[in-house]
């Protein structure tokens, strides 16, 4: 398990593709019972330790992921992203370039449970939320393009569908519409960067993961940027 960011308050660890952030059916071990047992052993808490989980990331998504380490930091937190406060910027790479090197997209989303699946429309549906982010094309290699988004709503798969939707989906991501999965099972998109307020100090953070080592294209693509 790789911190990047600790405190009395809160901790900030770099997810794995692959992990799960919570239980789920499969009975793997979730990243929030990795961080508990992180919190127990380092900090030699008796009884139960408190670790609570503020938002999430889909299992084959790479990135930043927060935790509270108290009931204080967890509430306002929650009230930080409730309310817009927090910045988060994920990467992505695409075998496509999109058709305009930046833009916002907005799209109405549904999610049917049946099949684990989020569809995009560009016109309001009965049962759909309305989903914002904007891209950069920030890079490109001779076979794939690397996007800087900036999300302003949470729905799900958000990111995966609206990529998807303008013919852009993500490497790797056979679920919306890529041709070939990734050696590792993942996808080629991460939580890379996020900003907001400490929710106890009122100091701004600013914090940034590592790349994915093992796909070592994600480094090829970053020493193009701005070249």
């Not at 793997?28 to 503020?54: H, M, Q």
């Not at 490109?140 to 303008?166: A, C, F, P």
């Not at 996020?194 to 929710?199: D, G, L």
């Amino acid at each position: 398990m790789e911190v990047v960011y600790e405190d009395n308050h809160i901790i900030v660890v770099n997810k794995a593709p692959g992990e799960i952030v919570q239980g789920d059916k499969t009975g793997d071990t979730p990243l929030v019972e990795s961080v508990r047992a992180y919190i127990k052993e380092k900090y030699a808490k008796p009884g139960n330790v408190f670790c609570g989980l503020v938002h999430r990331l889909d299992r084959p998504v790479a990135g930043l992921v927060v935790f509270a380490r108290t009931s204080k930091a967890l509430s306002r937190m929650n009230e930080l992203f409730r309310n817009g406060g927090v910045r988060k910027t994920y990467w992505a790479i695409t075998r496509n370039a999109p058709r305009q090197p930046q833009e916002r997209l907005t799209h109405w989303i549904t999610s049917v449970e049946r099949n684990n699946k989020s569809y995009a429309s560009l016109r309001p549906v009965a049962g759909a939320k309305e989903a914002s982010l904007s891209y950069r094309h920030i890079a490109s290699s001779d076979r794939y393009h690397l996007l800087e988004i900036n999300l302003e709503t949470g729905r799900k798969h958000q990111i995966r569908v609206q990529l998807s939707s303008i013919g852009c989906p993500v490497r790797g991501d056979l679920k919306y519409g890529d041709k070939r999965s990734n050696p590792d099972g993942s996808i080629s998109l991460m939580a890379r960067h996020i900003e907001f307020v400490h929710p106890v100090s009122g100091e701004p953070l600013s914090l940034t993961a590592p790349l994915p080592a093992a796909d070592k294209l994600w480094q090829v693509l970053e020493s193009q940027i701005n070249n």
